[in-house]
């Protein structure tokens, strides 16, 4: 069972160039989000979804898109990087009802310059 | 909006002490609290959760923590800490789905780094 799988995990952009932080969950978990971690910053919502088809907006959805359009997936696009947006990426997925606890993924480490 | 502090963002404690890790919560409405940690360069794991019932939550490595109500806080503490208990600890709220129009979204504190010394 792989639970929250994040690709890459490493990567280094140049300031206007886009990317997509990949997510993939084998739990059938219905709610899935993205998180960035920065330090002293704690962990910030970005977006999240409660089922494919579904997207909304956490606390700093600026600068990133998001789709889901399986169950399984939800890809975080930077259509424009800018060196505010170096962080450390989480994506974490949870079944809807119940605890509401979170699987995260190893993350994902990105640096724009 | 609910917010969470971790009141300190360092501890550093020597091995065998015990250590509190000190988290507040602002809600006066039904909420599930959590504790995560983060070892170096890994990613976020649950450490305990409270969500009803019995205030005081125990993980299987020693580490207990007490919902209080009334002082909104939900504290974490170990009567003895071991080196291997060097990580970020993460302070996290949530409301119930549905609860009040929640869509049940975790909101994190900012951490508090625990580094053991022998």
């Known amino acids: 069972n792989a639970g929250v799988t994040q690709t890459p995990k490493f990567q280094v952009l140049k300031t206007g160039q886009s990317m997509t932080l990949q997510c993939a969950q084998d739990?059938?978990?219905?709610?899935m989000s993205w998180y960035r971690q920065d330090p002293g910053m704690g962990l910030r919502l970005i977006h999240y979804s409660v089922g494919a088809g579904i997207t909304d907006q956490g606390e700093v959805p600026n600068g990133y898109n998001v789709s889901r359009s399986t169950t399984e997936d939800f890809p975080l696009r930077l259509l424009s990087a800018a060196p505010s947006q170096t962080s450390v990426y989480f994506c974490a997925s949870r079944r809807i009802g119940g605890a509401n606890v979170l699987t995260f993924g190893a993350g994902s480490r990105l640096t724009v310059l | 909006a609910q917010s969470v502090t971790q009141l300190d963002s360092q501890v550093p404690v020597f091995e065998e002490a015990p250590v509190e890790l000190r988290c507040n919560y602002s809600?006066?409405?039904?909420?599930?609290l959590f504790w995560y940690v983060q070892y170096p360069n890994q990613g976020l794991q649950l450490l305990l959760k409270?969500?009803?019932?019995?205030?005081l939550v125990e993980s299987i490595n020693g580490f207990e923590a007490e919902f209080n109500k009334s002082q909104t806080s939900f504290h974490l503490r170990k009567p003895s800490v071991h080196i291997s208990d060097t990580a970020e600890y993460f302070c996290?709220?949530?409301?119930?789905?549905?609860?009040?129009?929640?869509?049940?979204?975790?909101?994190f504190g900012k951490g508090t780094k625990l580094s053991v010394k022998p």
């Open positions: 739990m059938n978990h219905e709610y």
């Open positions: 409270y969500l009803s019932g019995s205030t």
């Open positions: 996290a709220v949530t409301q119930p789905m549905n609860y009040g129009g929640s869509q049940g979204n975790l909101i």
């Open positions: 809600s006066s409405v039904s909420v599930y």
